[in-house]
């Protein structure tokens, strides 16, 4: 699907009560599932038996049993064919905590095919956990682990992000108002490069990366309680109001003050696909 023509909901990963952390399971492939959406917190899915195939921006991947996929912060996914027998783990922190926990890095793109051993490992401790609203300290050292042991894997077609593409999320953390030709530089790369990476590793270009970056930065300044959308727009970098609303009718189909109204978020967080 072309880029352009691609919409996903915005759909909170952590759910009512949770509030760093959680661990979700899926294992029903009749109804349950979300339609396409992006979220602020990155996520990790991990199959423990049968197998999934995900869209993920443009691209489409197939997950089989003993791998996981780690989606970052804003970038669009979707369950698209899951196997009768599938179960998988969803692994979810807010930004600012899986910071913390890695110590200042991001979550980054990455399809790792795990040893019997892990697998056995993070599966036992991803069930002790799952759908527990107060499991911030074992759902942050479950995400430190996973997270070692995608950086020591070796295992045969696994992949993870190309070092521009890893580099360019990182900085755009810490400043996020940096365009293509300013990324490019703190990089030391052509912007033609960091644009062919960033796009072949998140399925989007960079431009409606740092679109939709802003759109999670909006909801949660308001969320936060910055109530003035105009001020809000500013400090999460549009250039103006216009833009913003701009974004959000091209993101999400619906205005700022229709998206904060009443209900309408409420709604959209608990759509499921048919």
């Not at 791998?67 to 979707?78: A, C, I, K, W």
């Not at 905590?97 to 401790?125: A, C, F, W």
């Amino acid at each position: 699907m072309a880029d352009s023509q691609r919409r996903a909901l915005h759909q909170d990963f952590l759910p009512a009560g949770a509030e760093k952390a959680f661990v979700w399971k899926y294992s029903d492939p009749i109804g349950g599932r979300r339609p396409r959406h992006f979220h602020g917190e990155p996520e990790i899915n991990l199959v423990v038996r049968g197998a999934a195939t995900f869209g993920v921006g443009d691209r489409v991947l197939r997950v089989s049993q003993g791998e996981l996929v780690t989606f970052p912060s804003g970038q669009d996914h979707v369950l698209l064919e899951p196997s009768s027998d599938l179960y998988l783990f969803a692994v979810g922190l807010t930004p600012h905590y899986s910071s913390q926990v890695l110590k200042g890095d991001v979550s980054m793109p990455l399809h790792l095919k795990l040893d019997p051993n892990e697998l056995d490992t993070i599966t036992t401790r991803a069930a002790q956990i799952v759908d527990r609203p107060r499991s911030e300290q074992p759902g942050a050292e479950l995400w430190e682990h996973i997270h070692w042991v995608a950086r020591h894997s070796r295992a045969a077609g696994s992949h993870t992000a190309h070092v521009l593409t890893r580099r360019v999320l990182q900085v755009m953390r810490r400043a996020p108002e940096l365009g293509l030709e300013a990324l490019a530089a703190e990089t030391r790369a052509h912007p033609t490069e960091v644009s062919r990476h960033f796009h072949r590793d998140m399925g989007m270009t960079l431009v409606r990366y740092r679109m939709r970056d802003r759109l999670i930065r909006l909801i949660q300044l308001v969320d936060a309680g910055q109530r003035q959308l105009t001020a809000a727009a500013n400090d999460a970098g549009f250039g103006s109001y216009s833009q913003c609303h701009r974004a959000f009718q091209s993101e999400l189909g619906c205005a700022p003050r229709q998206f904060f109204a009443a209900g309408f978020r409420a709604r959209m967080q608990l759509v499921y696909a048919e």
